[in-house]
DNA sequence: TAGCACTACTTAAAATTTCAACAACTATCG
DNA sequence: CGATAGTTGTTGAAATTTTAAGTAGTGCTA
């Protein structure tokens, strides 16, 4: 337990110490440097809303907002998703992966230097499997209870 | 680099599954629980404003904020500090330590199950030292950088 | 022992996030 | 078809968090 209390606030200044570089080196915040990111690795550079609040762990509304904010910055912008009516996608505009190409250099050191180099082979490997494990089964649990009785 | 995202996303995950199970069946945010925690470890179940907002990396007026919410639902009080009359302690009332033992087993159950239980003791333990380690640079760091030439 | 810089915390206003409806569309069933 | 239920996403209000500006008290120094 006392591993799992220095996990917690290990990880909350970690973030934190993320966002202010990056905020100081781009003007971008964490949530819009990871919108770029999926949208710049996405097939057309574009995703619809629900699958992006997904990958982001963000409540939908949490993410319309993102996105407003983000449009009327020029990164993304919208389109109405022609299969499905009822659908938006987040599309990503020249000036949104210029921002990223700008910031990833800096964000990138920014996490070697407060993190991975801290880290030995053996404990990357070990992060990696655990995190990516654990991903998959909050994921599939989550799945699980909303298909289910509720 | 992909293990840096997965261990973003599932944190993300784990503590909004953690918070949802420890609301549902306490009625406390992870927040509120995490300062009766401190509390209830501090000598006297008290501790100074400051040293509290430090330790769950909260911004000062944030830790005003929830100490306020606290003390409004009865779980905590406020005292100035005698020593330093510009200070202010937040203490743990009685009905702060009942509510955090009726909340702990269900939430140390949560974290077993939906972190612990994924993970064998060669994990556990690497985990524990690596965040440690990184707690304790983190912090370092901050204090290295507000103590030098701003 | 008055002045000045700093510390500890609070407050008010702005920005963000959640929560509880809602609107628009799709799909299924009779 | 036409009603009904389920999806997708948005909106408005309330709650939370940040940011910037106080307020009060400490402590050094001259």
Known sequence: ?????????????????????LRADSGLSFADYHVLVLLSEAPGQRLRM????????FSPSRLTY????????GLVARESCPADRRGNEAVLTAAGLLALREAAPGHLASVRRHLMDDLDDVEVATLTRVFARLGR????????SSTHSD
Request: aromatic residues 6%.
């Open 1 to 21: 337990m006392a591993g799992w209390r220095a996990y917690i606030e290990a990880s909350q200044r970690l973030f934190t110490q993320l966002e202010d570089d």
């Open 50 to 57: 629900g699958e992006l609040a997904d990958r982001l762990v």
């Open 66 to 73: 993102q996105i407003s904010s983000m449009r009327r910055r």
């Open 137 to 144: 089964r909050l994921r599939a649990d989550r799945d699980a």
